[in-house]
């Protein structure tokens, strides 16, 4: 009695308990008892059966395979749960009386549907659940299923009868022999021992995307070669069912390989199972990248660095950086130097912030020419261009000059008494700054150049033009000159009013600016003539 299928269009999503959704499985009417077209062909007659094993007539596979037993759920959709059992791999060729073990025995009369399988990963082990479809598949006539259906009628073991009222049974001799029974006719032989399993192995956790690779180890405690059906549950819905045939005493190591992609996230119970036996794990599944909502990149609005440099210059360059987001963020950013990394930083930005992050790089033993620097944050950046010469010597003399040896003075004495002339004092710094419209918080300095290295300090000028209200600085400098010089301001200052920058050494040599939070006492200016060394300019302060 066959049954033809309708293609099983399998749409297979695990969920939480990898809940199985089957669609498009439909029977019509029964056309011939043998399927023969794509490679394959299955007769499945009505049948006695004890419940726990059926026999397929026959079953001829192309390429190899399996025969897979359903109950009539399939007919309903459950293209996975119908499945009672599976034969072992049968290879290419004709099969006769296929012997199935059911895994759950039937316990009344129903009809059954038997099904081709291929064996497309070619391990020999039946994956058609345990890969949600993506493996051995069924075999395909014009784009259906190869199957056969039989009605399978359950006969239960009989009893001897026992006697009927009063009587007592009692052999009766013939020809004057006696009867003595012999043992075989009313023993039952002993049922054979499940297989055991042991050393199950598997990830302990997978990312939702991975694929999980499940071992463990089958083995046959009878003494005699025996075939029974394995599978493999994850929270308890079966995801496997296969035959495994050993021989006595053999174990075997069977390897399953787990699709995850579409298991949900969190703890789970798996594992592999026998008639009697199994062993189980925990699996924890994290959440697929994907599915997790991730930050938009920081945004690189500008980078302030200078065009020309010398030989030996310590560049200093300003990457402004937004963070897009609605909440804080902290990324990467990171500054290059002709393609290499030169410095790397974590940046914590609160929502749509923007700040400047400063880098700096030494050119000496750089070659003059021409480089590419560059600010990147995660996904975005932005390059610029530097062109280095060489350091300045010394001026040659001009053609028109004359080099003339000094004349020999002769000092006339003198009765003043002689003075001790104090040391000129090496340590010196200059600052240039220009007039400027600050917007993203910040005020570029021009040029500085700090003969100990150090710092320069924004303040709001007073009306003495000195220094006032400190307003920001800048990242310690290292000695020599530094150009367009980024100040990130942690306050703004007053719009079309001027402000003074101020030269300030690093005297605690921690490269850290400890003037305000010292008192005053470290970190103090850079001075000449007893002058703290500044320059000032007005700025005129626009919306960021």
């Keep these: 009695m066959l049954r033809r299928l309708q293609p099983l269009a399998v749409t297979l999503t695990l969920l939480v308990a990898f809940s199985m959704v089957v669609a498009g499985v439909q029977p019509?009417?029964?056309?011939?008892?043998?399927?023969?077209?794509?490679?394959?062909?299955?007769?499945?007659?009505?049948?006695?059966?004890?419940?726990?094993?059926?026999t397929v007539d026959s079953v001829n596979l192309s390429e190899g395979g399996?025969?897979?037993?359903?109950?009539?759920?399939?007919?309903?959709?459950d293209a996975f749960g119908s499945i009672l059992g599976a034969s072992s791999y049968l290879e290419p060729g004709q099969h006769s009386n296929v012997t199935v073990s059911l895994d759950r025995p039937l316990d009344s009369d129903q009809t059954l549907i038997a099904m081709a399988h291929k064996d497309t990963n070619e391990n020999l082990v039946l994956e058609f659940n345990v890969t949600q479809g993506m493996e051995d598949g069924p075999y395909l006539a014009n784009d259906e299923p190869v199957t056969d259906s039989a009605q399978m009628t359950v006969v239960q073991p009989t009893t001897p009868e026992e006697p009927m009222g009063n009587e007592t049974a009692t052999p009766t001799p013939e020809d004057n022999e006696t009867a003595t029974p012999t043992p075989e006719d009313n023993v039952t032989a002993p049922e054979l021992e499940s297989f055991e399993v042991s050393n199950l192995s598997a990830p302990a956790s997978v990312n939702q995307s991975e694929e999980m690779v499940v071992n463990a180890t089958v083995s046959n405690p009878n003494e005699e070669q025996t075939t029974q059906s394995v599978n493999y549950r994850l929270d308890g819905t079966v995801l496997s069912r296969f035959d495994v045939s050993l021989n006595a005493s053999e174990s075997k190591l069977l390897t399953l390989t787990v699709d995850t992609s579409t298991f949900s996230p969190g703890q789970h119970i798996h594992g592999l199972f026998t008639r009697?036996?199994?062993?189980?794990?925990?699996?924890?599944?994290?959440?697929?990248?994907?599915?997790?909502?991730?930050?938009?990149?920081?945004?690189?609005l500008d980078?302030?660095?200078?065009?020309?440099a010398t030989v030996g210059d310590t560049v200093v360059a300003t990457g402004v950086i937004a963070n897009p987001n609605n909440d804080t963020v902290t990324q990467e950013v990171e500054f290059r130097f002709q393609?290499?990394?030169?410095?790397?930083?974590?940046?914590?930005?609160?929502?749509?912030?923007?700040?400047?992050?400063?880098?700096?790089?030494?050119?000496?033993g750089l070659e003059p020419g021409t480089y590419y620097h560059s600010v990147f944050t995660r996904d975005l950046g932005q390059f610029e261009q530097i062109n280095l010469s060489e350091e300045p010597g010394p001026a040659p003399p001009s053609d028109n000059e004359t080099m003339t040896p000094e004349e020999n003075v002769t000092e006339e004495p003198t009765t003043e008494e002689p003075t001790t002339e104090e040391p000129t004092d090496d340590v010196t710094a200059s600052?240039?700054?220009?007039?400027q419209s600050i917007q993203n918080a910040s005020l570029v300095v021009d040029s500085a150049t700090l003969s100990e290295g150090g710092f320069l300090a924004v303040y709001q000028s007073n009306s003495d033009s000195g220094p006032g209200e400190f307003l920001g600085v800048s990242d310690f400098l290292g000695s020599g000159t530094s150009t367009d010089v980024a100040v990130p301001l942690e306050q703004p200052p007053i719009d079309n009013e001027s402000v003074t920058v101020v030269a300030h050494m690093d005297t605690n040599d921690n490269e850290a600016f400890d003037?305000?939070?010292?008192?005053?006492?470290?970190?103090?200016?850079?001075?000449?003539?007893?002058?703290?060394?500044?320059?000032?300019?007005?700025?005129?302060?626009?919306?960021?």
């Design 66 to 77: 399996y025969v897979v037993i359903h109950d009539s759920t399939l007919l309903e959709g």
């Design 276 to 300: 009697d036996r199994g062993e189980i794990a925990t699996l924890e599944v994290a959440a697929n990248d994907s599915d997790v909502v991730e930050n938009e990149s920081f945004i690189v």
């Design 303 to 308: 980078v302030l660095a200078p065009e020309n």
């Design 28 to 54: 019509i009417q029964a056309q011939s008892q043998t399927q023969t077209r794509a490679g394959a062909s299955v007769t499945f007659s009505d049948q006695e059966t004890n419940g726990t094993t059926v």
């Design 515 to 544: 003037y305000v939070t010292s008192g005053e006492m470290d970190d103090t200016p850079y001075l000449v003539d007893g002058e703290p060394v500044s320059a000032t300019a007005t700025v005129s302060v626009r919306p960021g």
């Design 339 to 364: 393609g290499d990394v030169v410095d790397r930083q974590e940046v914590t930005l609160s929502s749509y912030e923007v700040s400047n992050v400063t880098f700096s790089v030494n050119s000496t």
């Design 431 to 435: 600052i240039s700054v220009s007039d």
